[in-house]
Structures are given as structure tokens and as C-alpha cells.
């Protein structure tokens, strides 16, 4: 079962590399919006593995194949379609951070136990 506190963990470092991605975004710095969304991606490939590998949640494993089949295609797609490659990557992310966000709520939502309360 996923904690409490990895899912607000989760939630608050993808949340505060969104945020900088839009902060580095407007201000119109290319090398600063690459690298924040790659931690970002980096980040969410991290969570995903934890989320497949030691809470065996099913769906964290098809992310985790995009996640990584993106990333093998991604220098192809940077020689070839260089906008449109970052442009698949923030949408995978993105999407990713909607379902870590619904994820959160879940487990948010669930009922503590007795031991749990303190």
C-alpha cells in the first residue's frame, strides 16, 4: 500500500519542477527548459519504478515503458523533429502528473487506522 507521505513527496517534487518549468518557460531561457524538464521526467521515471516495482501498481508500469521508449526515441526525434519530440515529452509528463495527481487523492482520501492516528 502507498504511503501517505511518499505520494505527498511525490506530489510536491513534480509539482515544484511544473512550476519551475513554467517559471523557466516564460522567461524564454531554451537550456533552462530542457534540463528542468528532464528532472522533471527524470523524477517521474523515478516514481513510476517505485510505484511498479515495490507497490506492484499495474498501471505505473505502462508509464514506466513510455517513459523509457520516449527516451531510447528521443535523440531520433531531436535530429528529426526537434520541437515536436520536446513536445511529446512535456505531454507525457503532463499526463503523468494528472495521474499522480488522482493517485494522491486516492490515497489521501483513505481511511487511517487506529495505529495510524497519532
Given amino acids: 500500500m502507498v504511503s501517505r507521505i511518499r505520494m505527498k513527496l ?6 515544484f519542477l511544473l512550476f519551475t518549468l513554467i517559471l523557466v518557460f516564460s ?5 533552462s527548459s530542457i534540463i528542468t524538464l528532464i528532472a522533471l521526467v527524470l523524477v517521474q521515471i523515478l516514481s513510476t519504478a517505485q510505484l511498479w516495482l515495490k507497490h506492484a501498481y499495474r498501471p505505473a508500469r505502462v508509464y514506466l515503458v513510455l517513459f523509457l521508449a520516449t ?5 531520433f526525434g531531436l535530429y528529426f523533429f526537434n520541437p515536436l519530440a520536446w513536445l ?4 507525457l509528463s503532463l499526463i503523468y502528473s494528472a495521474h499522480t495527481i ?5 490515497v489521501l482520501r483513505r481511511p487511517r487506522s487506529f495505529w495510524d492516528i497519532s
Fill in 10 to 15: 511525490d506530489l510536491f517534487a513534480q509539482s
Fill in 27 to 31: 522567461s524564454e531561457s531554451k537550456q
Fill in 71 to 75: 527516451g531510447a526515441l528521443l535523440p
Fill in 88 to 91: 511529446i515529452l512535456l505531454a
Fill in 102 to 106: 488522482r493517485i494522491a487523492l486516492v
